[in-house]
Structure formats: C-alpha cells, structure tokens
C-alpha cells in the first residue's frame, strides 16, 4: 500500500528561527515529490515539484530535499515568518495522476 | 496554472439533507478531482470526474453517497448526500495540469449536525 509519513506532525517556532520537516513514502512507481503549503480555510498551493532524479529544489525560503533511495524528503524553511504559520502537506505521484497524501505537519510561528 | 473557484467555502447543514459543491476552472481540463480530508488526515480521493462519462470512485465511495455532475471541461459538482456528521470534513477538488502540478479549489468546509 502507497503511504506517506510526515513527521513531526507540528511544531511551533520562533519568528526568524529555521525548522526542517519530514516525509518518508513508499510509493511506488514514483514519478514526483511534492510539498505544499495550506492555510487555514484554503486549499494546498504548490511549492516545490521534484522528479526522481533531483536532490533539492528551492523556492525562495523554501528547499526541498529528496533522497530517492531512501525514499525520503525534507522541506527546510529558512527564517520563518508569521506568514509560514501553516500545514505543510508532502505528496507523492505515483504516474497515473494517483497522488498519495502525507497527513502534514502544522507549523505555528510565534513572534 | 489554473485557477479554480469552490464554493460554498463552509456550510453548516442538518443531517439527513444533502450539499452541492461548485467548482468552476477558468481553463478548460479533461479530469478533475474530488477529495475529502477529514481532521488530522490527509486528503483522500472520492472520485474522478471525467466529461463525458461517468465519474470513476475509489474504494469506499459509492454513487449514490457522492453523486458527481460534470456537464463540461470547466465545471463539476460533488453532492453530498443523507448526510451524517461523519461526513464532516472540508471537501476539495483539484485539476491536473500537465504531468506534475495539480490546483485546488479553496475547500468547503463541511459541519453537520
């Protein structure tokens, strides 16, 4: 069965303080890694897309890690702000527009 | 991209009583996608909406719970029907664009009482 693992499953930081999240999936065939953002009452907006051969992709205080072999992922945020106060949901595409859902981590950034 | 307008954004509704979702894209998409995600979960396909065809259902999902309209590429519907305040949840839906991006509507959160 295709999963993925998203841990810790919140944390709060510090404004201006860096936090790194973790997915572990096992889904196979892979075709992409996603992260995405979801504010609260909205739906999940993309930011970073990986296929199987990149390491780490960027998106402005947003990088992305992805380890195939292993079949893990990490979404660092660097200098956070209040604005990053959200649930960050990694997502695997299995190639046949079959998207596996992490359940997220909710991170609260506080002043 | 594409731009995807959801609504109702929330509704609070009697059990027993059903609730349509809208959702308009402004390009025109071959498949879209209705998920639910309930609290603390990640999100879980309901079905495919395809134009032209009946929409196709994942394990657990049935017609006649989540019937689905999908008159043209731009527009589809999710009903959610008799319902029960186990279907509380915030309902989504989503369109493929190209290989690797999917959009979402804004979610309706769902409260039944």
């Known amino acids: 069965k295709n999963q993925v693992e998203q841990s810790p499953q919140s944390l709060i930081i510090l404004e201006g303080k860096n936090c790194t999240l973790q997915?572990?999936?096992?889904?196979?065939?892979?075709?992409?890694l996603r992260w995405y953002k979801q504010d609260t009452g909205r739906g999940p907006v993309s930011l970073t897309i990986?296929?199987?051969?990149?390491n780490t992709k960027s998106n402005g205080r947003y990088t992305a890690t992805l380890d195939a072999d292993t079949k893990q992922s990490s979404l660092h945020i660097t200098a956070s702000q209040l604005s990053d106060s959200a649930s960050y949901i990694c997502v695997v595409d299995s190639n046949d527009y079959k998207l596996s859902f992490g359940a997220g981590t909710t991170v609260t950034v506080r002043a | 991209s594409a731009v995807i307008s959801q609504k109702p954004s929330r509704d609070i509704c009697q059990r027993g009583t059903s609730l349509t979702i809208q959702c308009q894209v402004d390009s025109q998409v071959t498949m879209m996608f209705w998920y639910r995600q309930q609290p603390g979960q990640s999100l879980t396909l309901i079905a495919t909406a395809n134009q032209g065809s009946e929409a196709t259902y994942e394990s657990g999902f049935v017609i006649d719970k989540f019937p689905i309209s999908r008159p043209n590429l731009t527009f589809s519907t999710l009903t959610v029907s008799n319902m029960s305040p186990e279907d509380s949840s915030i309902y989504l839906c989503s369109v493929p664009t190209g290989r690797t991006e999917a959009f979402f509507g804004q979610g309706t959160r769902l409260t039944v009482v």
């Open positions: 997915c572990n999936y096992t889904v196979s065939p892979f075709s992409n």
């Open positions: 990986m296929t199987f051969s990149e």
